[in-house]
């Protein structure tokens, strides 16, 4: 299938997975959402693990990031791990004190760092001279669906944030091609994600099959910090696979 056929498919795909932010009618945030099962304090931190568990953003963010300035990688990835750090000080803020407005600064550079990885993919498999512009727009788009949230306790474009960059990754990892090599990694990011989830949405139970060591939400914020790993590991390892014309310029240009 050419790419541009591929291309219009892909764009429709993104298009008709909005559809339900409009059909769907509003729902807002559960105050119940903020009962972690771990609320265990330590040395006067509250809920300790589900504070300090975050450091792991910072670490694999911030190593990421200097990555990205010494090697001049692409601002999508420059402002991606980026908002991974960020998102160890606005996540362990919300759960130092778990309420709708200390939510926001943990959702906020988490959506920054979707939005500018969505942007990244686009450029690397479809066209680069995408990325700059789309770059701007994905990050209004973000950021406004969470200050959406916050005003109208509205969560329907939010959820569509999240889960239009995760339906594309797939799309892309399984139709498209990578103008670079090593780009299994990103399947392994895609598989922690996914685990992420599960143990969040299993909080309790994951803190009473550990015995009360760690719980499911703890375990969720380990997990997702394996992403921006994995990803570091793709821009450490990759090479470039094709120039614009579509030439092969290694011998490993097989290599996914």
């Known amino acids: 299938m050419r790419l541009q056929l591929k291309t219009i498919y892909l764009m429709a795909v993104i298009l008709l997975s909005s559809i339900p932010v409009f059909l769907v009618e509003p729902f807002g945030q559960r105050l119940s ?3 972690f099962a771990d609320q265990r304090a330590y040395l006067n931190i509250p809920n300790f693990m589900d504070v300090v568990s975050n450091i792991s953003f910072l670490i ?11 090697n001049d990688e692409k601002w999508s990835w420059k402002i991606f791990f980026t908002g991974i750090a960020l998102v160890s000080f606005g996540s362990a803020y919300y759960h130092f004190a778990p309420t709708n407005s200390t939510l926001f600064w943990d959702r906020l550079p988490m959506t920054i760092a979707f939005m ?3 942007t ?6 479809i066209n680069s001279q995408l990325e700059k512009p789309f770059l701007i727009i994905f990050l209004i788009v973000g950021v406004f669906s969470v200050i959406y949230w916050a005003l109208y306790d509205d969560l329907r474009f939010y959820y569509w944030v999240q889960l239009a960059p995760m339906v594309t990754l797939l799309i892309l990892l399984t139709f ?3 103008h670079y090599t090593h780009t299994y990694f990103l399947v392994f990011s895609f598989i922690c994600y996914l685990l992420a989830k599960v143990v969040e949405s299993n909080d309790r139970l994951f803190f009473d099959l550990t015995g009360n060591m760690i719980s499911g939400h703890s375990l969720k914020h380990l997990l997702a ?3 921006p790993l994995w990803v570091l ?4 390892k990759r090479s470039t696979r094709f120039l614009n014309s579509g030439a092969k310029l290694f011998n490993d240009c097989n290599i996914r």
């Open 60 to 70: 694999f963010g911030g190593i990421g990031l200097v990555h990205c300035f010494i």
């Open 33 to 35: 959402y903020h009962l």
């Open 233 to 236: 590991m793709m821009l450490k």
């Open 116 to 118: 500018a990885m969505f």
């Open 120 to 125: 990244a993919m686009i450029g690397e498999y």
């Open 225 to 227: 910090a394996l992403v």
């Open 176 to 178: 498209f091609k990578s």
